[in-house]
């Protein structure tokens, strides 16, 4: 089966740089993505490794470890409509074709 | 404007009846999926469709069914709801490569009482 774990909640001061990681077991591994959801509204993609190492974009940099099963999703600057839900999800490709599975999200709150 | 269209965006339903979300898209995705999302438990898929003619089971299935008579529509049916079926119900379209992200619809709220 999959499995993926991520933090319920994190709290953050705006301006500063704030990581949420995300650890995953599966088999069929093809792919992380992140996205982003704000309350009532649906998820946004933010990122995707497939590869190990860091995939930088503006103020949001996503990083990935296969072998440890393990990423983690970078904001730096923080704003306060960063204040959202983070979603880590895997791909994986087996028998059935592309699955996708996502973690419960982490909810991170950006304070003044 | 290219997307994905949920129906209905809100619905009150009785418990025992039967129920049809659909979930249209226009950007010729091949693979579609339907998604719940409650407090505490994040996305969890229900079920999926990789391309036109085919579904899968995904992680809570059970209680729900769905087709895939042409790549555009995949509506996702309650036979009998139950108040567990309560949730927000998200429809997701892809396209085939590993590297495509999904794109969701708006979601349909969906409460059985």
């Known amino acids: 089966g999959q499995n993926i774990d991520q933090p319920t909640e994190m709290t953050a001061t705006e301006g500063a740089i704030v990581q949420i990681n995300c650890t995953y077991q599966?088999?069929?591994?093809?792919?992380l993505f992140w996205y982003q959801q704000h309350a009532g509204e649906a998820p946004t993609f933010l990122s995707y490794n497939v590869l190990d190492g860091l995939e930088e974009k503006g103020r949001f940099s996503s990083f990935l470890s296969r072998s440890k099963g393990y990423s983690y999703l970078l904001l730096k600057e923080l704003q306060m409509k960063d204040s959202a839900s983070y979603l880590c999800a895997v791909r994986s490709f087996n028998t059935g074709g592309f699955k996708t599975i996502f973690g419960a999200g982490t909810r991170l709150f950006v304070k003044a | 404007i290219a997307g994905i269209t949920q129906a209905p965006t809100s619905q009150i339903l009785a418990a025992g009846r039967r129920m049809t979300l659909r979930c249209t898209q226009d950007m010729r995705h091949n693979a579609m999926y339907w998604y719940r999302q409650d407090l505490g438990l994040g996305l969890r898929l229900i079920h999926y469709s990789n391309t036109a003619g085919t579904t899968g089971k995904g992680e809570v299935p059970d209680g729900y069914s769905v087709s895939r008579a042409n790549t555009d529509d995949f509506p996702l049916t309650l036979a009998s709801a139950v108040p567990s079926q309560t949730s927000v119900y998200f429809c997701?379209?892809?396209?085939?490569?590993?590297?495509?992200?999904?794109?969701f619809g708006n979601g349909t709220r969906l409460t059985v009482t």
């Open positions: 997701a379209s892809s396209e085939d490569r590993g590297s495509s992200p999904l794109h």
């Open positions: 599966t088999s069929g591994f093809n792919g």
